[in-house]
């Protein structure tokens, strides 16, 4: 039985740093003509109301976006994510947080696709509703564990696969691990992005090890810790399988830029930026 919302965590640091990350690979895909597919394993609902109660109850939002959004920046690829954000949002509040699917969706072109899994019944027909009648798009109600392998390797032989589970199960960080050995199996070029919370459990290294053991050729890895001293969510990383060439150049500047606003100034808080290519 499933209980995590992703409601209740939509726009915090976490999600701003996801998305930003998202955001750039699928900008950078689209600098080739040839079409891709966008496949979200854990999609959530797609879009996130503030005034809801979810999103109220820790207003977790506040400590991210809210904060981004309240800074001037001039940086270019953080711009391009933030203007998705102000798309979704014309006026000059922010009433609704935009999912991950959200942003593909906004991003891909007609002939790129995208196919979500939602394991979750509810979480799904509110997907299902945000994204009706979209020709491009494919939602299913499955279980990422069973359903991704068999959607790979993608017509296109060019793909983002989003891989960012709520880790509730007991073996959730081991079950991930095996899911993405075995996806990169089947399609050994997509670009992986691999999201994972920073607990006071540090379970999350079972994941980060065994992705740094598999002689990856080409990976990123970004960590941001923003509270040492949380009792909860301390910070959060991603790991991304075969990143642009570029990524190194292009956002090192940035991530520093957005770990300044989003860190607790009283607290232990670091970011680290590993990268096969230097
Ligand atoms: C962290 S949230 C997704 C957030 C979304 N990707 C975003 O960035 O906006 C994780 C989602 O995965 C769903 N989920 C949990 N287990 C799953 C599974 N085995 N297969 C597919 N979805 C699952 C949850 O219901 C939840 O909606």
Redesign the pocket.
């Known amino acids: 039985m ?1 209980s ?3 409601g209740f ?2 726009g915090n640091f976490a ?1 701003v740093l ?2 930003f990350l998202l955001t750039y690979v699928l900008e950078y895909l689209k600098k080739k003509d040839n079409s891709f597919v966008y496949i ?7 879009k996130y109301l503030i005034d809801e109660s979810f999103m109220q109850k820790n207003k977790e939002y506040l400590n991210g976006i809210d904060k981004i959004l309240k800074t001037e920046i001039k940086d270019k690829f953080i711009n391009n994510y933030l203007n998705l954000v102000k798309t979704l949002n014309p006026n000059k509040y922010l009433t609704i947080y935009p ?3 959200w942003f593909a969706q906004q991003m891909l072109r007609p002939k790129d696709r995208m196919h979500f ?4 019944k509810n ?1 799904f027909v509110n997907l299902e509703n945000n994204f009706k009648n979209h020709s491009k798009i494919i939602i299913e109600n ?4 069973k359903r991704l392998v068999k959607l790979l390797p993608p017509i296109e032989k060019r793909g983002v696969i ?1 891989i ?3 880790y ?1 199960l007991k073996d959730e960080y081991e079950k991930t691990v095996e899911l993405i050995e075995n996806s990169l199996k089947k399609f050994n070029n997509g670009t992986y992005l691999i ?1 994972y919370p920073i607990l006071e459990n540090k379970k999350f290294e079972i994941l980060t090890n065994a992705l740094e053991n598999l002689n990856l050729k080409s990976y990123s890895h970004i960590q941001m810790i923003i509270d040492k001293h949380a009792v909860g969510l301390q910070g959060s990383g991603v790991f991304i399988i075969n990143p642009p060439f570029s990524i190194k150049a292009d956002l090192k500047h940035s991530l520093q830029l957005l770990f300044d606003i989003l860190k607790n100034k009283d607290s232990d808080s670091k970011i680290e930026f590993k990268n096969s290519i230097q």
């Open positions: 499933l995590y919302r992703h965590h939509a999600d996801k998305h979200d394993a854990n999609a959530g609902a797609g999912g991950s699917c899994l939602e394991l979750h979480e499955e279980d990422c564990y989003l960012d589970p709520s509730e999201w």
